[in-house]
């Protein structure tokens, strides 16, 4: 039977369609946060926070750190095929202090940028701590169980952290060292999925490959180093016996189901092995290398034992207690919450219950977001702990984020960490089926918000005085005119005296780069007079610097200047004598221990035999008598050439031959008693005979 359209439609109206069941909040939430192109969008978010916060902080001007420019020519020195050595004194001498990782480095980017660009290499730095906090996102995603919102918050906080970024922009070894890190770290955690050698595919041959050479590496960067190493060591050695404690708890109780496969054990074991191996091939051949130039302990053990800064020594149990009693209050009380919260201190300034309360406030957030973490969190923790570890024993005048801005990125991140489970904790107790339910959204909506209105504020106006010193030059933002006339007479000594010269000032790092690579040593702070004198002879000195810039010049150098006028020539003054504020000029000076007297001296004056060179070239040689030419003697004009030689008087020549200029003229002849006298010419300055014959006594009685 034919149906009737109409009626047929009428009929598929009526049937209801199935409803789609409602996925419910936290399910739609799990699932956008394991998107991988989710994760893509963060990553975008993170990259274009980074971008805008470090071209707001970096600056173009080189950094005042002496270090960083030790750094630069020891590049420059690979770089340029003299080896490892210093090459800004006077003489180019093996290097043996600053480990060669990071001047290796440098020259290899020498390669694609020109000599004396700094701009080149600290941008370098800035795009090495970009990649560690892309890294660092799926690092800490892992140790986090896959927490999406902690890793981004974490990697987005260290994009406005204002001593990352800080120490981004200057041209030192913290970015490498910090990107070498994750890299050891994110290959760790990569591998530990992995319960044997046999479970290996390529890519995990080249990612463990990668990092054993980190491992290598990172101890020529920093000896810090050694401090991951270890983490890394007893990470791996733990987890082979806890193997092992399994394997022999099931064999007691007799469970061959349960049994763990042994190959763990020794999976770990030899894990543990190979990180020792890279990092013992690497200390041994620079040990080798230092005892072949006569180096072999090295300097940081002299550091550590250091107290004070006044030149002792720490020599009992008392002070080593008292040390990381005190280091541990400092970093605890300050420097965490300073990291962390931005909370400015004095390291002068007594503790106080603020300051401890916040300190553990941080401490225990850090702590606690570890104790929710598992076995990757127990390596982050194992590197924290081994850090602060050795920093505990660091002389306390050296106390500084510097230290261990490499680790900031863990810190960070267990701390956000720790929010998130202390809110978890919270939500869990509270006996709600709904708020149970949403726990996790009450959390990572927790963790956000401490994010965007708490943390990232406040490192982001921690950063103002950065960004401020960064956009202007030194003289509209260095207060200290001191320091001003000092730089100016650095860009002199640049633009007027040879590459041949040999400078002796204050901070020859500093003299080097700004003077355009000339030669440079300091000088012994505090020396007497005659030993400044000996030293400036003994180092080949050409000139010196005398600047008000510290005390250091004017205590040291100045008395010998005051002492030997003759052997020092100013070449360019800068700055006036400003007594209200204390401010004296910059004074660059020639040196020449030619110039003055070279004979004896008797009760401050020269006596018998002698030569005094003059600054201008001139010379007298021959008999003093109470500090004036007297007896026989040898005068010389600039050119080298007799002026006059004969009997002198209490320092007038009186007979004898020789010239002497009368304004624009000239007689050239013999004297008595300072006169012409005998036979001489008189000329003028082209050499055109005006009189000549027979002289007395000034006069000419017998022209020829």
């Given at each position: 039977?034919?149906?009737?359209?109409?009626?047929?439609?009428?009929?598929?109206?009526?049937?209801?369609?199935?409803?789609?069941?409602?996925?419910?909040?936290?399910?739609?939430?799990?699932?956008?946060?394991?998107?991988?192109?989710?994760?893509?969008?963060?990553?975008?978010?993170?990259?274009?926070?980074?971008?805008?916060?470090?071209?707001?902080?970096?600056?173009?001007?080189?950094?005042?750190?002496?270090?960083?420019?030790?750094?630069?020519?020891?590049?420059?020195?690979?770089?340029?095929?003299?080896?490892?050595?210093?090459i800004m004194g006077f003489e180019v001498k093996p290097h043996a202090h600053f480990p060669p990782g990071y001047p290796a480095f440098i020259s290899f980017m020498l390669n694609f940028t020109r000599d004396g660009n700094y701009t080149a290499m600290k941008e370098t730095n800035g795009f090495l701590l970009f990649l560690s906090l892309l890294m660092l996102f799926y690092a800490v995603k892992k140790v986090a169980k896959n927490n999406v919102v902690v890793a981004f918050s974490a990697v987005l906080l260290c994009c406005v952290q204002k001593d990352l970024l800080r120490w981004s922009t200057i041209m030192m070894s913290e970015m490498l060292f910090l990107f070498l890190s994750v890299v050891v770290?994110?290959?760790?955690?990569?591998?530990?999925?992995?319960?044997?050698?046999?479970?290996?595919?390529?890519?995990?041959?080249?990612?463990?490959?990668?990092?054993?050479?980190?491992?290598?590496?990172?101890?020529?960067?920093?000896?810090?180093?050694?401090?991951?190493?270890?983490?890394?060591?007893?990470?791996?050695?733990?987890?082979?016996?806890?193997?092992?404690?399994?394997?022999?708890?099931?064999?007691?109780?007799?469970?061959?189901?349960?049994?763990?496969?042994?190959?763990?054990?020794?999976?770990?074991?030899?894990?543990?092995?190979?990180?020792?191996?890279?990092?013992?091939?690497?200390?041994?051949?620079?040990?080798?290398?230092?005892?072949?130039?006569?180096?072999?302990?090295?300097?940081?053990?002299?550091?550590?034992?250091?107290?004070?800064?006044?030149?002792?020594?720490?020599?009992?149990?008392?002070?080593?207690?008292?040390?990381?009693?005190?280091?541990?209050?400092?970093?605890?009380?300050?420097?965490?919450?300073?990291?962390?919260?931005?909370?400015?201190?004095?390291?002068?300034?007594?503790?106080?219950?603020?300051?401890?309360?916040?300190?553990?406030?941080?401490?225990?957030?850090?702590?606690?977001?570890?104790?929710?973490?598992?076995?990757?969190?127990?390596?982050?923790?194992?590197?924290?702990?081994?850090?602060?570890?050795?920093?505990?024993?660091?002389?306390?005048?050296?106390?500084?984020?510097?230290?261990?801005?490499?680790?900031?990125?863990?810190?960070?991140?267990?701390?956000?960490?720790?929010?998130?489970?202390?809110?978890?904790?919270?939500?869990?107790?509270?006996?709600?089926?709904?708020?149970?339910?949403?726990?996790?959204?009450?959390?990572?909506?927790?963790?956000?918000?401490?994010?965007?209105?708490?943390?990232?504020?406040?490192?982001?106006?921690?950063?103002?005085?950065?960004?401020?010193?960064?956009?202007?030059?030194?003289?509209?933002?260095?207060?200290?005119?001191?320091?001003?006339?000092?730089?100016?007479?650095?860009?002199?000594?640049?633009?007027?005296?040879?590459?041949?010269?040999?400078?002796?000032?204050?901070?020859?790092?500093?003299?080097?780069?700004?003077?355009?690579?000339?030669?440079?040593?300091?000088?012994?702070?505090?020396?007497?007079?005659?030993?400044?004198?000996?030293?400036?002879?003994?180092?080949?000195?050409?000139?010196?610097?005398?600047?008000?810039?510290?005390?250091?010049?004017?205590?040291?150098?100045?008395?010998?200047?005051?002492?030997?006028?003759?052997?020092?020539?100013?070449?360019?003054?800068?700055?006036?004598?400003?007594?209200?504020?204390?401010?004296?000029?910059?004074?660059?000076?020639?040196?020449?221990?030619?110039?003055?007297?070279?004979?004896?001296?008797?009760?401050?004056?020269?006596?018998?035999?002698?030569?005094?060179?003059?600054?201008?070239?001139?010379?007298?040689?021959?008999?003093?008598?109470?500090?004036?030419?007297?007896?026989?003697?040898?005068?010389?004009?600039?050119?080298?050439?007799?002026?006059?030689?004969?009997?002198?008087?209490?320092?007038?020549?009186?007979?004898?031959?020789?010239?002497?200029?009368?304004?624009?003229?000239?007689?050239?002849?013999?004297?008595?008693?300072?006169?012409?006298?005998?036979?001489?010419?008189?000329?003028?300055?082209?050499?055109?005979?005006?009189?000549?014959?027979?002289?007395?006594?000034?006069?000419?009685?017998?022209?020829?």
């Open positions: 039977m034919k149906q009737n359209p109409k009626r047929s439609s009428s009929l598929k109206k009526e049937v209801p369609s199935p409803s789609q069941p409602s996925v419910p909040l936290t399910e739609r939430v799990k699932g956008l946060l394991s998107n991988k192109y989710f994760h893509i969008f963060l990553l975008v978010i993170v990259s274009v926070v980074f971008y805008i916060n470090y071209n707001a902080i970096f600056d173009r001007k080189l950094d005042m750190n002496g270090d960083n420019i030790v750094y630069y020519s020891l590049g420059q020195s690979l770089h340029n095929g003299t080896g490892y050595s210093n770290i994110s290959v760790a955690l990569f591998l530990y999925r992995r319960k044997c050698f046999q479970e290996y595919t390529k890519w995990d041959y080249v990612a463990l490959v990668a990092m054993l050479l980190s491992i290598a590496y990172i101890y020529f960067v920093r000896t810090m180093g050694i401090s991951l190493i270890l983490a890394l060591f007893g990470w791996y050695l733990l987890q082979a016996f806890w193997q092992g404690y399994k394997y022999i708890k099931a064999k007691k109780e007799g469970s061959s189901e349960n049994l763990p496969n042994h190959k763990s054990l020794s999976y770990y074991a030899c894990m543990a092995v190979l990180v020792l191996l890279p990092f013992g091939i690497s200390k041994m051949a620079w040990g080798a290398r230092n005892k072949a130039i006569g180096h072999e302990q090295t300097d940081y053990v002299g550091d550590f034992k250091k107290k004070g800064g006044n030149g002792e020594v720490m020599t009992t149990f008392s002070d080593w207690a008292e040390r990381v009693y005190s280091n541990a209050k400092s970093y605890l009380t300050k420097m965490m919450p300073e990291t962390v919260l931005t909370k400015s201190f004095d390291k002068n300034d007594p503790i106080t219950g603020y300051d401890i309360l916040v300190g553990f406030f941080v401490f225990f957030l850090v702590v606690f977001g570890f104790f929710h973490t598992g076995w990757g969190g127990f390596l982050l923790f194992s590197y924290l702990a081994v850090t602060f570890g050795v920093l505990l024993f660091w002389p306390e005048q050296f106390t500084s984020v510097r230290y261990y801005v490499a680790v900031v990125p863990l810190i960070l991140f267990l701390f956000l960490h720790g929010i998130w489970n202390v809110v978890s904790f919270i939500t869990s107790k509270i006996k709600s089926g709904s708020l149970e339910k949403y726990a996790p959204l009450v959390s990572s909506l927790a963790v956000l918000l401490s994010l965007f209105f708490w943390l990232m504020p406040l490192q982001s106006e921690a950063q103002v005085n950065y960004r401020e010193f960064a956009k202007r030059p030194f003289k509209q933002i260095v207060a200290d005119k001191n320091f001003l006339n000092y730089y100016e007479a650095m860009d002199w000594c640049k633009k007027n005296l040879p590459d041949s010269s040999r400078m002796v000032c204050r901070k020859p790092e500093l003299y080097y780069i700004y003077s355009g690579f000339k030669k440079s040593v300091s000088f012994p702070h505090y020396a007497p007079v005659d030993t400044v004198i000996s030293y400036l002879n003994r180092v080949g000195a050409t000139n010196v610097i005398l600047d008000n810039w510290f005390k250091h010049a004017y205590t040291t150098l100045y008395p010998a200047v005051k002492k030997y006028p003759e052997k020092f020539r100013v070449l360019h003054t800068i700055g006036e004598v400003d007594t209200v504020n204390k401010i004296n000029p910059v004074y660059i000076i020639e040196y020449n221990y030619k110039w003055g007297f070279d004979g004896k001296i008797v009760d401050g004056k020269k006596e018998g035999p002698g030569t005094y060179n003059y600054q201008d070239g001139r010379k007298y040689v021959g008999n003093y008598v109470n500090d004036r030419p007297d007896g026989e003697g040898t005068f010389y004009d600039e050119t080298g050439k007799i002026q006059f030689q004969g009997i002198w008087k209490q320092g007038n020549y009186k007979d004898g031959k020789g010239y002497a200029l009368y304004g624009d003229k000239k007689y050239e002849g013999e004297y008595r008693n300072g006169s012409p006298n005998g036979y001489g010419v008189y000329s003028d300055t082209l050499g055109n005979v005006l009189a000549k014959g027979i002289w007395r006594n000034g006069t000419l009685v017998q022209p020829q």
